[in-house]
């Protein structure tokens, strides 16, 4: 899939699969995601199994994301030169957010 029709389907991104992206920053399995996104997130986030699953075979599908067997035969996920292309997006998204809320927050006060 083109990296731009990936930009156009995944954004914005939810929560969910901003988190099991940024966890890819190394090859984990999937155990390991839903671990390192309760530490990324101080236990707010809690994915569940279907959830991540679910998630990662959309994001397989849409080539987001890679799948192989390490010598233990885990399924280890993988992000693509695409999903890395979709985190810079929506990391330029979230920044432009972030810097919107900074600005405008004394207004609500």
Same mark, same amino acid.
């Given at each position: 899939m083109k990296t731009e029709k990936v930009i156009k389907l995944y954004s914005p991104m939810t929560e969910t699969a901003f988190y099991i992206l940024l966890s890819l920053i190394e090859p984990r399995h999937g155990y390991g995601i839903i671990k390192h996104v309760e530490e990324l997130t101080t !236990?707010?986030?809690?994915?569940?199994? !279907?959830?991540?699953?679910?998630?990662?075979?959309?994001?397989?599908r849409d080539e987001i994301i890679t799948v192989y067997a390490d010598e233990k035969r885990k399924t280890i996920y993988e992000i693509t030169d695409v999903g890395k292309a979709l985190m810079r997006h929506e990391m330029g998204r979230l920044k432009e957010l972030h810097a919107n809320v900074i600005k405008h927050e004394g207004e609500f006060q």
């Open positions: !236990g707010r986030l809690v994915l569940g199994s !279907g959830t991540i699953y679910g998630t990662l075979t959309k994001m397989q």
